[in-house]
């Protein structure tokens, strides 16, 4: 079976412009949640999604949203690019948002983002 | 708020060393508790978990126990190999709504042979 796929793999922006993001989970997988991971630190929790719904929301501004679709494949937007943002976006997918069978988050390879 | 402190890194070992990688956490209840790997260039990989208390996660030579009392889940290996070098993340999860993970800030390895 296919892992957790993302798109693109590198992606260089200027500061100000907008980015999209996306991941495809793992089949039978209904969840996704976003993560960033900047040089040298763990990842952090950006957002989860379950059944097309946002179920939880890190401690990031207004300028990141995402949305999942029917067949639970997800995008990250960030609007607005800061220097800041330069990071590993990381997408994980797991069989639902809750519950000891479904903590299990398998990771994609990830998205570097770098804005200049 | 739930936090993992992780052993400051890097750390260096010779093929066949034994490992230690300390974590101790915070968090309100009763987390699951879980260390990932990432290779250079990758993304992570769950190694192992543990859900309670007392509970002992293991995979490819490596342990951790989940310490309630000391709010711990260190990770061990008897004897690394050179292809044990990556990054080691040690990571929280609460109950409730959602499973959002809290890492450390991770510890790199570094095997020597």
């Known amino acids: 079976d296919a892992g957790v796929t993302q798109s693109p793999t590198h992606l260089i922006k200027t500061r100000g412009q907008q980015v999209t993001l996306r991941c495809s989970p793992i089949?039978?997988?209904?969840?996704v949640s976003w993560y960033q991971q900047v040089l040298g630190q763990g990842p952090q929790f950006i957002f989860q999604?379950?059944?097309?719904?946002?179920?939880g929301r890190g401690n990031f501004p207004d300028r990141f949203s995402a949305r999942q679709f029917p067949n639970y494949s997800s995008e990250l937007n960030v609007n607005a690019l800061l220097l800041g943002d330069s990071a590993l976006y990381l997408c994980?997918?797991?069989?639902?948002?809750?519950?000891?069978?479904?903590?299990?988050?398998?990771f994609g390879p990830g998205t570097r983002l770098t804005v200049t | 708020g739930n936090s993992v402190t992780q052993m400051e890194g890097p750390v260096t070992l010779s093929e066949e060393a034994f490992l230690t990688i300390n974590c101790t956490y915070t968090a309100t209840g009763y987390p699951s508790l879980f260390w990932y790997v990432q290779y250079p260039g990758e993304g992570l990989q769950l190694l192992l978990k543990a859900t309670k208390a007392d509970d002992k996660g293991s995979n490819k030579g490596f342990e951790a126990t989940y310490r309630k009392e000391t709010t711990s889940f260190h990770l061990e290996k008897g004897s690394v190999q050179v292809s044990d070098s990556a990054v080691y993340f040690c990571a929280l999860a609460r109950g409730g709504s959602n499973y959002k993970l809290t890492f450390g800030k991770g510890t790199l390895l570094t095997v020597n042979p």
């Open positions: 089949s039978g997988h209904k969840s």
């Open positions: 994980a997918s797991s069989l639902g948002p809750s519950g000891p069978r479904m903590i299990e988050q398998y």
């Open positions: 999604y379950y059944e097309k719904e946002e179920r």
